[in-house]
């Protein structure tokens, strides 16, 4: 069975300050390993994934994420912060096997001016 | 190609009626997913379908709960006997399956239901 921890409810940060939000996973075989991004009142955005290839995937809106097979986690990070960012940051995973997505409860992003 | 469309975005019911809801895919993405969120919480996934076969609906919350996707492009979700529980964001996804790295899930807006 696929699933996702984000074991942060909560993240703030100043505006300007490097971001992190964390996710771990646990998957049969091979990862494919996605973020979204929701606002309210809107369905969810993709920022990056990572299928295979060097474990640093860079996104959109200056995103990035760290695929680390041994600590089986896929933190999304960004260098500076900005307010704009505020958000709920989903992850997620499925196997390689084209099953359905398996997405995280989620984490609130504030970013604070 | 304007995206995944979802109709209504809002929908209030009381409880005890049936409420269908509609999908449109991307035009040329072959899968479509149905999600519920609630508060606080992330997508949960219900069924999907690969062009008009549908390929896991064991997890549909209960026999309430039924999709169709009659000629593979869009797709309904209908509830019957709302109940105040169903209340929640449903969520539609479409994606080109079979291709080898994995294509990522393109969202709608989702429709909101309040079951009073």
């Given amino acids: 069975a696929q699933s996702v921890a984000q074991p942060e409810d909560q993240v703030n940060v100043a505006e300007g300050n490097p971001l992190t939000v964390k996710c771990t996973y646990s998957v049969s075989g091979n990862p494919y390993l996605f973020w979204y991004v929701q606002y309210p009142n809107r369905g969810l955005q993709f920022l990056l994934k990572y299928i295979t290839g060097d474990n640093l995937v860079k996104g959109s809106y200056g995103f990035e994420a760290e695929f680390n097979k041994s600590q089986t986690s896929f933190h999304l990070k960004k260098p500076s912060a900005l307010v704009s960012d505020s958000a709920l940051y989903f992850c997620a995973v499925r196997s390689s096997g084209n099953t359905p997505l398996v997405f995280g409860k989620g984490t609130r992003l504030s970013v604070i001016a | ?116």
């Fill in chain 2, 1 to 116: 190609d304007t995206g995944v469309s979802q109709d209504p975005r809002h929908k209030i019911t009381k409880r005890g009626q049936n409420v269908t809801f509609r999908c449109d895919p991307i035009s040329e993405h072959n899968r479509l997913y149905w999600y519920r969120q609630t508060l606080g919480q992330g997508p949960e996934f219900l069924t999907y379908f690969q062009n008009e076969a549908q390929l896991e609906k064991s997890r549909l919350l209960s026999d309430r709960f039924s999709a169709e996707r009659p000629k593979g492009s869009f797709s309904t979700l209908e509830i019957q006997r709302t109940e105040q529980g169903d209340s929640a964001m449903y969520l539609c996804a479409s994606s080109l399956a079979g291709g080898p790295n994995g294509y990522g899930y393109t969202f709608g807006s989702g429709t909101r239901l309040t079951v009073v």
